[in-house]
C-alpha cells in the first residue's frame, strides 16, 4: 500500500467521523428532533419493526383512557383519564418546575390543585375540543375545517391506512408500468393529508402544554424568577419510563456522536468503522431504494438499489480492514504503549546445511 493511499484512508475516516459527530451532536441539541418520522415512513423489509418502534406519538398522547359509558363527562374531573403517553411528559416537567423553584407548602399544594386541573381540561378538549385543519388545496387558501378531535383522528388514521394499503397493492403491481405515476400520486397526496391533519392536532397539542406551564408559572415569585430562570419547555421522563421510541432517539443520537468521535481520534478506529457500517445499514433498510418499493420523499436525487447510505456503509468497512487508527491517531500512541507490538523479534538463524560427504 502506497504513502499516498493512506494519506486518503485517513482523510476518509475522518471524514466521515465529521459527518457521523456533526449529526449526532445536533440531534442532541435539538429539543424537537425525533425519529419517528423517518420510522414512520420506512418502506424496507423490516418496516414492521420500525413502525411499532415510532408508533403514533401524537393519537397516542390524544387518546384518553376508556371511560366508562355511565360517567357524566360535564360533571366529572376526567384528570384520573389522561393519555398515558402524554402523562410521562407533564409529569416530568411538572416535578422538574417543584423541584427547581423550590416551593413553598402553599405553593406545592395550588400548583397540585391547577396541574389537575389543566389534565381534567386537557382531557375534555381531547373528546370535545375542536381544530382547524387547513384544507390541502391547489387554488389557495381556503376556509379552514373544523371538526372535534376525536373526528379528525379518525381521519388521520383512515388516510395512513389507504396510504398502506395502496403501496403494498396498487403501486406495487404498477411498477415499470404508465399507471405507477398515477398511484404514486395519489399514496404522496394521502400522506400529505394525514401529515397536514397531524400537523394542526400537535398543534393545538402544544397549546394545551404552554397553557398548563402558564397557569403553573402565574405561582412564581419575581425572586424565584431571578433566581433560577426560566425552565426548558423539554423535559425527557427518564430512561425508566421511555418507550422504544426514546430508546431509539437516544441510541441514534449517542451513536452517530461516539462513532464520530472516535472516528476522528483514530481511537478503537475498527471497532468504530463496523459499528458505524451497522447503523448505517440500519438507515439503509428502512428505505432501500430498491424495485417495487415506493421512494423516499426526502432523498436528494434518485438511486436505484444503491444510495449514500450504502455507499458510506461500504467505506466504513473498507477502513475496517485497514489500521489507519495507528497511521494517524490515538490506536498509534496504544499500540506504542503496549510493547508487545513493539518487541522485535531475535535474529533468526538458519540450520547449517550438513557437509557434503564424498
Not at 139 to 160: C, D, H, M, N, S
Not at 175 to 187: F, I, L, N, P, T
Not at 275 to 288: D, H, N, Q, R
Request: proline share 7%; hydrophobic share 40%; glycine share 6%.
Amino acid at each position: 500500500m502506497t504513502r499516498l493511499t493512506c494519506v486518503f484512508l485517513v482523510l476518509l475516516r475522518l471524514a466521515i467521523g465529521w459527518h457521523f459527530l456533526f449529526e449526532g451532536v445536533e440531534k442532541l441539541k435539538s429539543d424537537a428532533w425525533s425519529s419517528e418520522a423517518y420510522l414512520r415512513e420506512s418502506t424496507g423489509p423490516l418496516a414492521p419493526v420500525f413502525h411499532r418502534i415510532a408508533g403514533d406519538a401524537v393519537a397516542d398522547r390524544l387518546t384518553p383512557k376508556p371511560i366508562p359509558a355511565d360517567i357524566d363527562t360535564g360533571k366529572t374531573e376526567l384528570d384520573a383519564y389522561f393519555p398515558p403517553a402524554l402523562e410521562k411528559e407533564w409529569q416530568a416537567w411538572y416535578d422538574r418546575f417543584v423541584s427547581r423553584y423550590k416551593l413553598d407548602d402553599k405553593q406545592k399544594e395550588e400548583a397540585q390543585k391547577r396541574f389537575q386541573q389543566r389534565r381534567a381540561q386537557a382531557v375534555r378538549w381531547m373528546l370535545r375540543g375542536k381544530v382547524a385543519v387547513p384544507p390541502l388545496s391547489p387554488y389557495g387558501p381556503a376556509e379552514p375545517i373544523e371538526r372535534t378531535v376525536p373526528e379528525w383522528l379518525e381521519t388521520y388514521q383512515a388516510k395512513l391506512v389507504e396510504a398502506e394499503h395502496l403501496e403494498n397493492t396498487e403501486l406495487r403491481k404498477s411498477k415499470g408500468s404508465g399507471y405507477e405515476r398515477q398511484v404514486a400520486d395519489k399514496v404522496r397526496d394521502l400522506k400529505d393529508e394525514a401529515n397536514r391533519i397531524r400537523a394542526a392536532l400537535r398543534r393545538d397539542l402544544n397549546k394545551q402544554t404552554k397553557d398548563m406551564r402558564e397557569a403553573l408559572g402565574d405561582l412564581l415569585t419575581d425572586e424565584q424568577w431571578e433566581r433560577d430562570g426560566p425552565l426548558s419547555t423539554s423535559m425527557s421522563p427518564g430512561p425508566l419510563k421511555w418507550g422504544l421510541l426514546g430508546w431509539a432517539d437516544f441510541l441514534v443520537a449517542w451513536g452517530l456522536t461516539i462513532i464520530g468521535a472516535l472516528l476522528l481520534l483514530g481511537l478503537f478506529s475498527r471497532t468504530a468503522c463496523v459499528a458505524g457500517a451497522l447503523l448505517v445499514l440500519s438507515f439503509y433498510l428502512a428505505m432501500p431504494p430498491w424495485p417495487g418499493l415506493p421512494e423516499n420523499p426526502k432523498a436528494e436525487g434518485h438511486y436505484l438499489i444503491v444510495n449514500k447510505n450504502i455507499i458510506e456503509m461500504f467505506a466504513l468497512l473498507v477502513l475496517a480492514t485497514t489500521a489507519s487508527g495507528k497511521w494517524l491517531g490515538l490506536d498509534r500512541l496504544f499500540r506504542f504503549l503496549n510493547r508487545k507490538n513493539y518487541r522485535k523479534p531475535g535474529p533468526q538463524h538458519k540450520p547449517e546445511a550438513p557437509a557434503r560427504t564424498v
